[in-house]
């Protein structure tokens, strides 16, 4: 993945204009997955148990925690002490009237969270697997061709052929 990501401050503070997104590697070693277990509540490991397979269970224990870390970041709480609900869709929810609001995102080894103050707040995030269909190379000079022949300024994302 491109880019760094800024460590958090001490004392996170989110003002009323601002949205933070935080990212999480999902793919943590098993003894880590099983140092955090504790921080769910009891309903969050009751569901992490149900999951089929092993990897989805740690990777559902390691972003629910990861959550758990970040709301208590800006709540000022332990993680254990966070109350969550779910909505009717099963959009998780802090349980007070917190005006703290989240929006989490999860595909293969990675989760987002956006937060904000006094506002719905969303995020989202797909993994994409690239296959190279035949002929892409190809078709990717000749786009290229006709845009530059035209006086267009090339825009067309090129992969490596």
Known sequence: M???WATPPPG???????VHVWRARLDVPPE?????EPMLASAERQRAARFRWPADRHRFIVARSALRAILAGYLRLDPRGIHLTADIRGKPRLASADALCFNLSHSADLA???LARH?????DLERVLWVRPPGLGEAL????????????????LRSKV
Do not use: I, N, T
């Open 2 to 4: 491109g880019g760094r």
């Open 12 to 18: 996170l503070v989110l003002g009323s204009a601002e």
């Open 119 to 123: 506002c719905e707040v969303g995020v």
């Open 32 to 36: 880590g997955v099983r140092a955090l």
């Open 141 to 156: 000079r000749s786009v290229e061709h006709v845009l530059q022949a035209g006086g267009f300024p090339l825009v067309v």
């Open 112 to 114: 987002l969270y956006a």
